[in-house]
């Protein structure tokens, strides 16, 4: 359910607390504020007695290209999905995709190689449990990517991401500086992925390390290798680089991005496994273009 409410600006104060938005949109919301209405969720159905402010979380979206709501999942439905993720793992749960499959930096060689039965992710989420399927669709999530991508109508890619990423200790692999949008063929790159945290994130796990406001670039095509990562030998590469931050989460955080957003991920230095819930979103009227890897399967609408 969406509300429209005036609020004052002390209660918008504690309504922003703990929230990653940056000064510019905090700024820019007060102004807002000064002159109509706001919007707001409520995010009760995931056990999170909070506000999300819908208009600050598109102000920072639209600036950054990404924003965290911190403890979106409570803390039970986290580990629900979680204790799902390590079942299928343990079990081997086909589909599945391998580190040794991508052939990233750290991952094993070959398939004879120590550690090539090391998962990567857990592939059809949706599909595997009902349980991922419904967080996948709550309304909360359908709440914000409407404000997101500007569009009532909604659909869920069953082509990508749909799964849940792991990095195992050991064998995981890095991933370079890409953009999602490389994979992808739809009329519009205007895609949204939702990546909830299932077990904390940070630097030594390799958690995601993003370039703010890159999903505004155009960059020429020489500054991508023959698989369309940054090339790092570039100075004009270094120099954005510079500009990168990491992305630390705890459990039940949720990371908002778009598909043309800058990011990277580093290899997993701990004794414990890594797991992410991911999914993308689009408009229903952002097509697949016929006969790519992105209409393979239908949108599951939401």
Same mark, same amino acid.
């Given at each position: 359910? !969406? ?30 504020? =000064? ?11 995931? *056990? $999170? ?12 979206? /639209? +600036?950054?290209?990404?924003? #965290? $709501?911190?403890?979106?999942? @409570? $803390? ?9 993720? +390590? +079942? ?12 040794? @499959?991508?052939?990233?930096? *750290? ?9 090539? %039965? ?12 009902? *349980?991922?399927? /419904?967080?996948?669709?709550? =309304?909360? #999530? ?12 909604? +659909? ?23 953009? =999602? ?9 205007? &895609? #949204?992925? &939702?990546?909830?945290?299932?077990? @904390? ?23 991508? /290798? ?6 790092? /030998?570039?100075?004009? %590469? ?16 949720? &990371? ?32 697949? !273009? ?9 949108? !599951?609408?939401?």
């Amino acid at each position: 359910m !969406i509300e429209s409410r005036r609020l004052k600006r002390n209660h918008v104060t504690q309504m922003w607390h703990g929230y990653a938005f940056g000064a510019n949109a905090l700024k820019a919301h007060y102004q807002l504020m =000064d002159c109509c209405e706001i919007s707001y969720t409520n995010c009760r159905y995931l *056990g $999170v007695a909070q506000l999300v402010d819908l208009v600050a979380l598109k102000t920072t979206f /639209d +600036e950054q290209g990404y924003v #965290v $709501v911190p403890s979106f999942a @409570d $803390v039970s439905r986290t580990r629900a999905l979680r204790l799902i993720a +390590e +079942e299928h793992l343990a079990t081997e749960l086909a589909p599945m995709e391998y580190e040794v @499959d991508v052939q990233y930096p *750290g991952a094993p060689a070959d398939p004879e190689a120590l550690g090539a %039965n090391t998962a990567r992710r857990l592939l059809q989420a949706c599909s595997r449990h009902s *349980g991922f399927r /419904d967080w996948a669709t709550a =309304d909360a #999530v359908q709440q914000i990517l409407a404000r997101l991508l500007g569009s009532e109508a909604l +659909e869920l890619s069953q082509c990508h991401h749909n799964c849940v990423m792991t990095k195992q200790p050991g064998f995981s692999s890095a991933t370079l500086w890409h953009q =999602d949008n490389r994979y992808w063929s739809f009329d519009e790159q205007n &895609l #949204v992925s &939702l990546w909830l945290a299932l077990t @904390d994130e940070h630097r030594n796990n390799g958690c995601l390390r993003v370039i703010p406001g890159s999903h505004r670039l155009t960059l020429d095509p020489g500054r991508f /290798d023959a698989a369309l990562f940054l090339r790092p /030998d570039l100075p004009e %590469n270094k120099q954005l680089l510079k500009q990168a931050v990491r992305v630390s989460l705890q459990a039940g955080d949720a &990371l908002f991005f778009h598909s043309k957003l800058f990011h990277a991920a580093g290899r997993n230095q701990t004794d414990a496994t890594k797991l992410s819930l991911v999914f993308t979103y689009h408009a229903a009227a952002n097509r697949p !273009i016929d006969a790519t890897r992105s209409a393979r399967f239908p949108g !599951i609408a939401l």
